[in-house]
């Protein structure tokens, strides 16, 4: 049974009729005292609640509510409904417990897709996962490991991937994020449909609604063709934006609007367009405390992140090294026509000990340059520590590594390394001989997971 709990008799009634339609057992009720009489007697799958009680708009009595319900049956998700006046409010209501919010006027797909992903949601059960089990129910051929936290993320992303849910993705760079998008695609229902990839950090604030929402003919100075917007190109699949923490907040409120409304138009028409999209968002950056400092809306953070899909540093699964190593090897046995390519066995241990500061891309590129420039078909210890690109530079060096053989992260890590060292660790200094203020240093270090002495700020 779904219970909609609205004052407004047209609006329950409306939402009765179109449930209904759908198969489902529904009822309603017009005030706080009639929707805890429907709960004595029966407990919903689901409730749909308004905010507003009154003529007063404050949403008082409904937070007042929606506190009770999620006090005595913790368990029955709620999805709220108010205008998008009051988003603000709903958002409150998402701290209180609530699991998603409709704003008014809704449209119909809208509701009934949030409604079918909560309900999936709710009716589905973890369980203690096995790599096998994983393997046959769902499609992971890309994702390498055995480590108890990614078979937790693993059957979580299985999960997730039959509903409408947008899932966050949070990580350090190069632990595979993009990866785990792509499974999200590959086992949902939305799989023979696009799956669109759009690195926000690449695109300037100017070109972000060409970019996202496409333009018409004549929309600016070059604009000599109408063009599709990477939305419209995701219609009925998934988009996945990545780096999403770098967006300014003149884009987020353009992003939040296309999320909330499912409409949006091209730059230089005033012609609304629908789409269908599943969303999946990624950053290597701590979005809770960009809300806290306001510099990322949180509206568009609850928005984003229904579940959230929290990825291990690959430090923190050391036994899952060996594993990948071995697996860049034979993908580049047959890219490079090296058939006897393989591991020594004192390499496969050696490798597992790497403080790989760059995760797996850094693996995959310490692995693929030492088969370009190792002659040996059995790669051994030696083969590697000549390409570690984590070796210092010898003394007095100051030519920067050749292109390619070293990320922009893996530099910028052993810079702070070094002046760390240099400097003992006293971070007021590090941030002058870098060049950066203490705050930036501050990101940087936690982003590395290098520890350092507290200052006073």
Same mark, same amino acid.
């Given at each position: /049974?779904?219970?909609?709990?609205?004052?407004? %008799?047209?609006?329950?009634?409306? !939402?009765?009729?179109?449930?209904?339609?759908?198969?489902?057992?529904?009822?309603?009720?017009?005030? +706080?005292?009639?929707?805890?009489?429907?709960?004595?007697?029966?407990? #919903?799958?689901?409730?749909?609640?308004?905010?507003?009680?009154?003529?007063?708009?404050?949403?008082?009595?409904? /937070?007042?509510?929606?506190?009770?319900?999620?006090?005595?049956?913790?368990?029955?998700?709620?999805?709220?409904?108010?205008?998008?006046?009051?988003?603000?409010?709903?958002?409150?209501?998402?701290?209180?417990?609530?699991?998603?919010?409709?704003?008014?006027?809704?449209?119909?797909?809208?509701?009934?897709?949030?409604?079918?992903?909560?309900?999936?949601?709710?009716?589905?059960?973890?369980?203690?996962?096995?790599?096998?089990?994983? $393997?046959?129910?769902?499609?992971?051929?890309?994702?390498?490991?055995?480590?108890?936290?990614? !078979?937790?993320?693993?059957?979580?992303?299985?999960?997730?991937?039959?509903?409408?849910?947008?899932?966050?993705?949070?990580?350090?760079?190069?632990?595979?994020?993009?990866?785990?998008?792509?499974?999200?695609?590959?086992?949902?229902?939305?799989?023979?449909? +696009?799956?669109?990839?759009?690195?926000?950090?690449?695109?300037?604030?100017?070109?972000?609604?060409?970019?996202?929402?496409?333009?018409?003919?004549?929309?600016?100075?070059?604009?000599?063709?109408?063009?599709?917007?990477?939305?419209?190109?995701?219609?009925?699949?998934?988009?996945?934006?990545?780096?999403?923490?770098?967006?300014?907040?003149?884009?987020?409120?353009?992003?939040?609007?296309?999320?909330?409304?499912?409409?949006?138009? #091209?730059?230089?028409?005033?012609?609304?367009?629908?789409?269908?999209?599943?969303?999946?968002?990624?950053?290597?950056?701590?979005?809770?405390?960009?809300?806290?400092?306001?510099?990322?809306?949180?509206?568009?953070?609850?928005?984003?992140?229904?579940?959230?899909?929290?990825?291990?540093? %690959?430090?923190?699964? #050391?036994?899952?090294? +060996? !594993?990948?190593?071995?697996?860049?090897?034979?993908?580049?046995?047959?890219?490079?026509?090296?058939?006897?390519?393989?591991?020594?066995?004192?390499?496969?241990?050696?490798?597992?000990?790497?403080?790989?500061?760059?995760?797996?891309?850094?693996?995959?590129?310490?692995?693929?340059?030492?088969?370009?420039?190792?002659?040996?078909?059995?790669?051994?210890?030696?083969?590697?520590?000549?390409?570690?690109?984590?070796?210092?530079?010898?003394?007095?060096?100051?030519?920067? #590594?050749?292109?390619?053989?070293?990320?922009? $992260?893996?530099?910028?890590?052993?810079?702070?390394?070094?002046?760390?060292?240099?400097?003992?660790?006293?971070?007021?200094?590090?941030?002058?001989?870098?060049?950066?203020?203490?705050?930036?240093?501050?990101?940087?270090?936690?982003?590395?997971?290098?520890?350092? $002495?507290?200052?006073?700020?």
């Amino acid at each position: /049974m779904l219970l909609i709990v609205d004052d407004d %008799l047209a609006i329950r009634a409306s !939402l009765i009729l179109l449930l209904k339609k759908e198969g489902f057992d529904v009822k309603g009720a017009a005030s +706080p005292e009639e929707t805890f009489e429907i709960l004595k007697k029966e407990t #919903p799958e689901l409730i749909l609640l308004d905010l507003n009680f009154s003529i007063e708009t404050s949403g008082a009595e409904g /937070m007042q509510l929606l506190q009770r319900i999620k006090t005595s049956y913790p368990s029955v998700p709620v999805i709220l409904i108010t205008g998008w006046g009051t988003i603000d409010l709903a958002v409150k209501g998402m701290k209180e417990g609530a699991a998603d919010f409709i704003t008014k006027p809704w449209q119909n797909d809208h509701l009934l897709q949030s409604l079918g992903t909560i309900l999936n949601l709710s009716r589905q059960t973890p369980q203690s996962p096995s790599r096998r089990k994983l $393997d046959q129910q769902y499609q992971f051929d890309n994702i390498v490991g055995q480590d108890a936290k990614l !078979l937790d993320i693993l059957e979580t992303v299985g999960r997730v991937s039959s509903t409408d849910a947008p899932v966050l993705i949070t990580g350090e760079s190069g632990t595979g994020k993009e990866l785990i998008a792509e499974a999200i695609h590959l086992n949902s229902k939305r799989k023979v449909r +696009p799956f669109v990839k759009v690195n926000l950090g690449g695109i300037s604030s100017t070109l972000f609604e060409s970019e996202l929402f496409g333009h018409v003919r004549g929309a600016f100075t070059d604009a000599k063709t109408d063009r599709v917007g990477r939305f419209e190109m995701a219609n009925r699949g998934s988009i996945f934006l990545d780096e999403i923490g770098e967006l300014d907040l003149s884009s987020q409120v353009k992003l939040l609007r296309v999320l909330q409304e499912r409409t949006f138009e #091209p730059l230089g028409s005033s012609k609304s367009r629908t789409v269908d999209v599943r969303v999946i968002c990624a950053t290597n950056r701590n979005l809770e405390e960009m809300v806290a400092q306001g510099t990322f809306r949180e509206d568009l953070y609850y928005r984003i992140n229904l579940i959230t899909v929290k990825l291990p540093a %690959l430090r923190e699964r #050391p036994d899952d090294i +060996p !594993l990948l190593s071995g697996f860049f090897v034979n993908n580049l046995k047959t890219i490079y026509t090296r058939p006897n390519l393989q591991l020594s066995t004192a390499a496969t241990k050696w490798l597992r000990t790497l403080q790989l500061q760059g995760n797996i891309r850094q693996l995959k590129n310490l692995v693929e340059r030492t088969v370009l420039l190792s002659g040996n078909d059995v790669l051994d210890i030696a083969d590697f520590q000549k390409n570690l690109s984590g070796n210092p530079q010898p003394s007095g060096s100051k030519a920067l #590594p050749e292109v390619g053989t070293i990320t922009l $992260d893996e530099m910028e890590f052993q810079m702070i390394t070094r002046a760390m060292q240099f400097h003992q660790n006293k971070v007021s200094k590090v941030a002058r001989s870098l060049g950066i203020t203490r705050f930036a240093l501050y990101r940087r270090l936690e982003k590395y997971g290098i520890s350092y $002495d507290s200052e006073e700020i």
